[in-house]
């Protein structure tokens, strides 16, 4: 006599749970969600310079005056705004509204309904998949901008900070 199957339904605990990423708009998310989105690759924190004729953004490789080139973290995070003040605080409106984030930035992504790419620490589990991506500006980092006279930095115009590394697409 054949046996007929269970008639169990999974449970919800063992159904995988989409990540907050994807069913969440930047503005629905807590704190500390929006926080983590940021994968620390530090392109944001580069000198980006603007072309007085077309109003092109250009990216450097010089990095802000608090930018740790080799962590890639802000030396003063929690200041940042008093000391740079020029330094722009990420909102829901600003990635919107901003064209020189990188393409790679999961604030960009989420706002564009993307996915993060793979080598992302939320996906990974591992805050340094960035850099072994080679992905963030680690050892990238010409100098900082208290190093290069401002006279000097249209020298250091660069195309990497505004491209996605060859096969990393999400």
């Not at 969440?24 to 926080?35: A, S």
Request: hydrophobic content about 30%.
């Amino acid at each position: 006599m054949p046996r007929s199957r269970p008639s169990v339904a999974p449970s919800r605990a063992s159904a995988k749970a989409r990540p907050f990423w994807l069913d969440k708009t930047l503005e629905d998310m807590t704190e500390q969600e929006w926080e983590s989105l940021c994968d620390g690759c530090a392109r944001c924190c580069l000198i980006k310079l603007e072309d007085e004729d077309t109003g092109k953004i250009l990216h450097t490789d010089i990095g802000c005056k608090l930018l740790d080139g080799e962590t890639c973290r802000c030396k003063d995070y929690p200041r940042r705004s008093t000391r740079v003040p020029d330094c722009v605080t990420l909102t829901p409106e600003a990635v919107r509204a901003l064209t020189w984030l990188p393409p790679t930035c999961a604030y960009r992504l989420v706002a564009e309904g993307k996915d993060l790419f793979d080598w992302h620490p939320l996906k990974t589990g591992d805050s340094g998949s960035v850099h072994r991506a080679g992905v963030s500006v680690k050892g990238r980092v010409h100098c900082s901008e208290k190093e290069l006279p401002v006279a000097r930095w249209h020298e250091r115009i660069k195309r990497w900070p505004n491209m996605t590394p060859k096969g990393r697409r999400p």
